[in-house]
């Protein structure tokens, strides 16, 4: 009861806790949370790998919500990450299956584990956020354009999702009662909202130095046609890495690594340093 009350833990989580205790399948929520567990493990397993390092989190009916605070992250870590979750869950789904057919006797209590877990895990690809698919767009997009306007698109992704899931849950009235459709469009439009409960992933190298007296320092000579993202991937982890930004016109630019962060911030890492004004 302690732990529980150190978790920060999202409103729809209890809503899904209700709808298991309504529907009398409570035995299904605890497997549910057992899913959740795998599939969290698998993104912090390679969050940690990638040198990131969770800073917070909150329980969510989609998993932990190690939701990232976007612009600290390299656009190809972030899909590493994000599609980690799915895959461990995968993973865990066909280690279960192959015993199967050497312990056939374990299907009857293992094969609820398979369907909430394999469910968890193609609803969590849906390109919609705060979803792993989602995130998976929103990096990609974000090497094209602004973080922004990424997320905006996501937004209205995420509004066609809700609509054909209203329309499915009208469906299941009239057919087959399914409230979990109902469920899907709650998370979704959470999910378009801001919260304060965001977990945040950081770089552990990067953002965590401690700077002592006579620090090593590293410093990197550019030029105007190097990206953003080639100066994220520059930055030491062990050491102050300052960039020397050389212009076409001999003058030389001085670029911390708080500098590096906040350019990142708002504009997209394929962005070149001849198309910004300093």
Known sequence: MRLLKKIPIHPSFYLVFAWFVITGQTYLFFILIFCLLIHEMGHYLVAKKLKYK???????????ALNYKDSKFLGKDEIKIALAGPIANI???????ANWWIFP???????????LSLGLA??????AYPLDGGRVVVAFLSEKISRKKALRVVRVINILFCLVFAICFIITCFVDYNPTFALM??????????????????????FKKKIKNFSAVKFLAINEQTSL??????IDGA????????????????????????????????TKLNQLDF
């Open 54 to 64: 969770l800073s917070s989190f909150y329980l969510a009916p989609y998993g932990v």
């Open 91 to 97: 993973i865990f789904c066909v280690l279960i299956v």
């Open 105 to 115: 006797e374990i299907y009857f209590y293992t094969f609820q584990f398979v369907d």
């Open 122 to 127: 193609i609803f969590n690809l849906l390109p």
């Open 185 to 206: 469009i709650v998370f979704l439009l959470g999910g378009m909202m801001e919260s304060k409960m965001e977990g945040e992933y950081q770089l552990t190298d990067i």
């Open 229 to 234: 993202g080639e100066l994220m991937r520059g």
């Open 239 to 270: 050491k102050l890495t300052i960039f020397c930004l050389v212009l076409d016109n001999g003058k030389t630019i001085i670029l911390t690594e708080k500098k590096v962060l906040s350019l990142c911030m708002k504009h997209p890492i394929t």
